[in-house]
């Protein structure tokens, strides 16, 4: 079945760095999503990629659809402790329409 | 608007009782899902409906593990009997097909311990 590695598992940064994380899956995706969830609370989209090569920004998060199709990256930029939380990606299963896979998840924190 | 409902946001119980979790998933979505987060193993799928139809119960864990929609508004989850091996943090989530990005809108969560 398709396998969808996270990485790093957690990160340690100090306010004002850079973050970066990736996903790579065992299988093709047609789609990727990078979700974030904040302590105690449901993840929240943050940014969906339709396209190989796609290159897209929301604030100071920039995620891409790799060339490959079988990896994603996600970086943000000026890390501010509310950056704090863990970030998901995920893909589609082939099972069916909307059954998505997520990743383990890389858990940011973020000290002044 | 409202998001997706999800009740009790904390649930303590005795391992043989019967628990209820329940979800109210955004207003003219047609799909909705249940998933599952422990630290060990991620965020699980265990069931998804479409137009309150289960469609793949395969990551339900065993038959101590149950879910109905009886319509569109609302869906439960139930484990009988409990485990502490069910104490986990369990999400609905609820979508649109055709509403664009294949965006899942996720509850707050039912953190569940089973003592």
């Known amino acids: 079945g398709q396998q969808l590695n996270q990485s790093p598992q957690s990160m340690f940064i100090q306010e004002g760095e850079d973050v970066s994380m990736n996903c790579t899956s065992s299988?093709?995706?047609?789609?990727w999503l990078w979700y974030k969830q904040d302590p105690g609370e449901g993840p929240v989209l943050l940014i969906a990629?339709?396209?190989?090569?796609e290159l897209t920004s929301n604030g100071r998060l920039t995620a891409q659809f790799g060339i490959t199709r079988k990896d994603s990256f996600l970086n943000i930029s000026a890390s501010i402790p509310s950056d704090v939380g863990i970030y998901f990606c995920?893909?589609?299963?082939?099972?069916?329409?909307?059954?998505?896979?997520f990743g383990a998840g890389t858990q940011v924190v973020v000290t002044p | 608007d409202a998001g997706v409902i999800q009740s009790p946001r904390h649930e303590v119980t005795e391992m043989g009782q019967e628990v209820t979790l329940r979800c109210k998933p955004i207003?003219?979505?047609?799909?909705l899902f249940w998933y599952r987060q422990t630290m060990m193993r991620g965020l699980e799928l265990l069931i998804y409906?479409?137009?309150?139809?289960?469609?793949?119960d395969s990551g339900m864990p065993e038959d101590r593990f149950s879910a109905k929609m009886p319509n569109a508004s609302f869906s439960t989850l139930k484990i009988q009997p409990s485990e502490p091996r069910d104490s986990a943090v369990y999400f609905c989530?609820?979508?649109?097909?055709?509403?664009?990005?294949?965006?899942?809108?996720f509850g707050p969560g039912t953190r569940l311990t089973v003592l």
């Open positions: 990629l339709y396209k190989a090569g």
């Open positions: 409906f479409n137009n309150n139809v289960p469609i793949d």
């Open positions: 995920a893909g589609p299963t082939t099972d069916s329409w909307g059954k998505f896979q």
């Open positions: 207003s003219g979505h047609d799909y």
């Open positions: 989530a609820s979508t649109l097909y055709g509403g664009g990005y294949n965006e899942q809108f």
């Open positions: 299988s093709i995706f047609n789609t």
